[in-house]
């Protein structure tokens, strides 16, 4: 059987440069998909059918493949099942006890079946007497081939099964490539294009690959549109039995640590650390900068002149806002830092990472932000649990809190809310 060569390599050069996928697996997918409507039309469904194709000649070349086997690696015959049969006798028993008992060696069998070896299967196995008889040095587990008579007349269910062959073939071969390119990114930023939405989760395209975003990876109150393009952060790379997955993000921490990198030059460079990110999507990020080297200003460094490198950072994530504070050591300086903008008067270290922050009156609500936003997103940032409490009255603080309010626990009502709603 003759091809046409040229248009057969326009066809596997224009899938491979659309899909990404080598030539070379390309060219295999065919050749599987005219096995299979080779067996489908002329062999018996449990042969193992190769074909190759010459892409010099255009010629096609069909074989059967065969394993090489003894006792050692199949079984003949079922001797016990046999002996089962041979020597059963009839009782009087009750339905539902031979229905228990039927169950109970069905369940047997299966088990035993499990540990058994293969049946042997003249169209797919040949013994080794056999094999070394038409091939000598042949071991066992190795595989014989046998030629068979080229075809060129396919029918349609043959035809079509070929089809599906082919197209199952490319499908793994794009998904691997997909992988290929993917896996180990993770954490890296990408741009892609909004393709779809469907039932709140965000479709991307990324060029050769289509990316997901799930609702809950998206910024909360964000709005998209198809045709956006935007920058998302590679959070996972799955691979399934049908497609490869790509999950991205925008409402990741990290999202916001590489967006810093890639505006920041010291950053990437290493002169200036990112210690630790809080953030809750969509309304407010902390994040703590420290120096590598002397005389460099890290927090200065990071909101550029006039606020340009932290409003750029901004501005991809919605106008999202950044506090951008020093890291220290001395957790108590670290503390009054994490709760800018707001001026700290005084830090009382506890034990167990517990820390009561004073703030002079004016400053409690500032402090604390609304919803408690801020203090819990210092206590994030830093680790510590964080009490805030107004200098003036501390005394009444100590006093009202003696029914053991959570200090600085994500979800906590912090006793410093409550203390501003009492004085309001």
């Known amino acids: 059987m003759l091809m046409d060569l040229k248009i057969l390599k326009r066809a596997i050069e224009q899938i491979s440069e659309e899909k990404g996928i080598n030539q070379e697996k390309i060219l295999e997918a065919i050749e599987s998909s005219i096995a299979a409507a080779y067996k489908k039309e002329y062999e ?59 169950e109970a060696a069905a369940a047997e069998r299966e088990e035993q079946d499990a540990e058994k070896l293969p049946r042997f299967n003249g169209d797919r196995h040949i013994l080794l007497e056999d094999a070394q008889a038409l091939k000598q040095g042949i071991g ?15 029918g349609r269910i043959a035809a079509q099964a070929a089809k599906q062959v082919i197209l199952q073939k490319i499908r ?13 990114r993770e954490g890296e930023i990408l741009t892609g294009m909004i393709q779809r939405m469907e039932r709140g989760n965000i479709y991307i395209d990324l060029g050769r690959a289509t990316a997901v ?17 935007l920058k998302f952060y590679i959070l996972d790379v799955q691979d399934d039995s049908r497609s490869a997955s790509i999950i991205l993000s925008r409402a990741h921490p990290w999202f916001v640590r590489k967006l810093f990198e890639l505006e920041i030059p010291e950053i990437g460079d290493k002169t200036i650390e990112i210690k630790s990110i809080a953030r809750e999507p969509g309304n407010r990020t902390k994040i703590a900068v420290a120096s590598n080297a002397d005389g460099v200003d890290p927090v200065g460094a990071c909101v550029g002149q006039r606020g340009t490198r932290v409003m750029a950072v901004s501005n991809e994530l919605g106008q999202e806002k950044i ?24 830090v ?70 409550e203390k501003e709603t009492k004085d309001e």
């Open 44 to 102: 018996k469904k449990g042969e193992v059918i190769k074909a190759k194709f010459n892409l010099k000649t255009g010629k096609l070349h069909f074989w059967q493949i065969k394993t090489v086997v003894d006792e050692t690696l199949v079984r003949f015959k079922e001797d016990d099942e046999e002996a089962v049969s041979e020597n059963a006798e009839p009782v009087s028993e009750s339905v539902a006890q031979i229905r228990a008992e039927e």
């Open 140 to 154: 066992l587990g190795e595989e014989i081939e046998f030629p068979l008579e080229t075809k060129d007349d396919f």
């Open 172 to 184: 793994e071969a794009e998904r691997e490539s997909i992988i290929t390119e993917f896996k180990g």
């Open 213 to 229: 975003m799930f609702y809950n990876e998206a910024i909360p109150g964000e709005r998209y549109q198809v045709g956006d393009r």
């Open 323 to 346: 506090d951008i504070i020093e890291w220290s050591e001395d957790p108590a300086e670290y503390i009054a830092s994490a709760l800018s903008p707001a001026e700290v008067s005084e």
């Open 348 to 417: 009382e270290i506890l034990p167990d990472e517990a820390a009561v922050v004073y703030v002079a009156a004016d400053q409690l609500s500032l402090a604390i932000g609304r919803g408690g936003q801020n203090v819990r997103l210092a206590s994030r940032l830093t680790g510590w649990k964080i009490d805030v409490r107004s200098k003036d009255k501390s005394a009444e603080s100590d006093d009202s809190n003696q029914d053991g309010v959570d200090l600085g626990g994500e979800d906590a009502e912090y006793h410093a809310e």
